[in-house]
């Protein structure tokens, strides 16, 4: 059974930065897609960026030129770097494996406050 345990998150002001950390364990990192995805209050989850099968990285429009995903899989931990942030990046921030044949895998999510 793959886990996913996300943390890194926390408050911090507008203009400022966290780095996310998924920590996963049961599987190899490199076996697996990761997602990034958060919900706010009120609002659906949403994609925030992912892996591709091809080797690219998807971001959504928000998180272009802000956000960074990255990955270590020798400590199988996926990162998501967050600079610039706003107060709209308000969220539960989750992180999502996927894998063909091996189905899809949340963790429990970090809470992100951008506040002044």
């Known amino acids: 059974q793959l886990q996913l345990v996300e943390s890194g998150g926390g408050l911090v002001q507008p203009g400022g930065s966290l780095r996310l950390s998924c920590v996963v364990s049961?599987?190899?990192?490199?076996?697996?897609?990761i997602g990034w995805f958060r919900q706010a209050p009120g609002k659906e989850r949403a994609e925030v960026v992912c892996?591709?099968?091809?080797?690219?990285?998807n971001y959504v429009d928000f998180a272009k030129g802000r956000f960074t995903a990255s990955r270590d899989n020798a400590k199988n931990t996926a990162f998501l770097q967050m600079n610039s942030l706003k107060p709209e990046d308000t969220a539960v921030y989750y992180c999502n494996a996927r894998a063909t044949g091996s189905g899809d895998y949340w963790g429990q999510g970090t809470q992100v406050t951008v506040s002044s």
């Open positions: 892996d591709g099968y091809n080797g690219a990285t």
């Open positions: 049961g599987g190899s990192l490199d076996d697996f897609a």
